[in-house]
């Protein structure tokens, strides 16, 4: 099976802005879309600080989970890399990218 890039692949989550399409902007008005759809790139989720954080083409962003199990995605964003109060962050991204780097020169 080849891998293909989430941001290639077609959204699966029923979202009434991104289903069935490629889905390349994460901070749309109205998005519905679920953090673990084929179109949601590497992920994690951190409990203590109530959101998740993903990398994409553009670099690390994040999206705070708000009541009932869902996403703020129009008040999501990207983390700023040069924003010197926040090391947890860069180093979060910084794992991140190694991880998928390690994990895309692997197999299984």
Do not use: K
Not at 13 to 38: Q, Y
Not at 42 to 47: D, G, N, P, V
Request: hydrophobic share 35%.
């Amino acid at each position: 099976m080849d891998y293909i890039p989430p941001a290639q692949r077609l959204c699966d989550c029923r979202c009434p802005l991104h289903h069935r399409l490629v889905r390349t902007v994460f901070n749309e008005r109205g998005c519905a879309c679920t953090i673990t759809g084929a179109t949601q790139p590497m992920t994690l989720l951190i409990e203590q600080w109530r959101c998740a954080l993903f990398l994409t083409t553009e670099g690390m962003h994040f999206v705070n989970a708000i009541e009932g199990g869902q996403w703020d995605w129009a008040e999501s964003g990207r983390l700023d890399p040069s924003y010197d109060g926040f090391p947890m962050g860069q180093l979060l991204e910084h794992l991140m990218h190694a991880s998928q780097i390690a994990i895309s020169n692997t197999d299984r």
